[in-house]
């Protein structure tokens, strides 16, 4: 099954609480999420501007939040995906849980 199709599975992820994924323009994909057109804006250009280290550089990037709802970012194909941590995890477990996710359904074309 492609990534598109398993896209609103990523809310099952183990330590995610909401998430939203854009595409290369910044357009909503899918989401998961209050607030999510400011959050989508975030991502986007989070994710663009860290893209310059090369997306083989870049696997994810952590924002820690005062309030321990640990903001990531990964880029993902022409997408980048933006996950809010649910409280009581620990981010790398969160992080390493996405990205077994987005390893085993990503659409290599995409």
Not at 56 to 73: E, G, M, S
Not at 80 to 86: A, R, T
Request: net charge neutral.
């Amino acid at each position: 099954m492609a990534f598109m199709d398993r896209c609103s599975d990523i809310g099952r992820i183990r330590g995610v609480d909401q998430y939203v994924l854009v595409d290369d323009r910044g357009n909503i994909v899918i989401h998961d999420m209050t607030e999510f057109e400011n959050v989508a804006g975030v991502v986007w250009s989070c994710g663009q501007r860290l893209s310059v280290l090369g997306k083989k550089n870049f696997k994810y990037v952590v924002f820690l939040r005062k309030d321990k709802n640990n903001f990531l970012i990964f880029p993902v194909g022409k997408y980048y995906l933006g996950v809010v941590e649910q409280k009581g995890f620990v981010t790398v477990e969160v992080a390493d849980a996405v990205m077994e996710f987005l390893n085993t359904h990503l659409d290599k074309k995409g």
